[in-house]
């Protein structure tokens, strides 16, 4: 049973680029959740996706967008890329019902760093 | 989400137990204790939670206080595999996971 997988596992970036990162949620689940982690600095939640749809963000610019297919997998964009956006970006995948109350656990990736030159 | 204090590092001897102690004096009813916790270089990784009552699973131990102001991971045997970052979360529980608020977490370090 694969986990969740997320590609690719290190990139480097000029200020201004663009970035698309993506993620395979663990099988079964249709929830995807991403996070940003500062060096030094536990996860911020960026966004969710569920149903193709956002369900839910934190505190981050429009720069950050994503997108859900139908498969459940999902992409993270970063646009106009700068120096403070490097980061390892975390995918998290968890079941869309009241399952998931039994357990309460996120499956996260190994996450993508992202380094901003 | 309720906020949480966590001590910034602790250390333990391999094979004692590890105890890691989490306040969140201001917790509502409906919102569940979390663990996580990161070992170096990988994602998060589920531990334990629980609402009111002490909890016990293959990993770890989970004890909430009566008043549910604070609460304690317990690793009952520690091994240097256990050496990484522990996250303690308040959240409401229930479907769709929302997101989590990570705080900084306490640093764990297992001595040989």
């Known amino acids: 049973d694969a986990g969740v997988t997320q590609s690719p596992t290190h990139l480097i970036k000029t200020r201004g680029q663009q970035v698309t990162l993506r993620c395979s949620p663990k099988?079964?689940?249709?929830?995807v959740s991403w996070y940003q982690q500062a060096l030094g600095q536990g996860p911020q939640f960026i966004f969710q996706y569920y149903e193709e749809e956002e369900r839910q963000r934190g505190n981050f610019p429009d720069r950050f967008s994503g997108h859900q297919f139908p498969n459940y997998s999902s992409e993270l964009n970063v646009n106009a890329l700068l120096l403070g956006d490097s980061a390892l970006y975390l995918c998290a995948s968890s079941l869309f019902t009241r399952k998931s109350l039994r357990t309460g656990e996120l499956f996260f990736g190994e996450g993508s760093r992202l380094t901003v030159l | 989400d309720a906020k949480t204090t966590q001590p910034t590092s602790m250390d333990c001897a391999e094979g004692r137990a590890a105890n890691l102690p989490c306040n969140h004096s201001t917790i509502s009813g409906n919102e569940y204790v979390y663990w996580y916790r990161q070992i170096h270089s990988q994602g998060p990784q589920y531990i334990i939670h629980g609402l009111k009552n002490n909890e016990t699973n293959e990993m770890a131990s989970l004890i909430i206080t009566e008043d549910r102001k604070s609460s304690t991971l317990i690793l009952p045997h520690a091994t240097l595999r256990d050496t990484a970052v522990y996250y303690c979360?308040?959240?409401?529980?229930?479907?769709?996971?929302?997101?989590?608020?990570f705080g900084k977490g306490t640093h764990l370090i297992i001595q040989p």
């Open positions: 099988s079964g689940h249709d929830t």
């Open positions: 979360i308040v959240r409401v529980g229930g479907g769709g996971a929302d997101g989590l608020t």
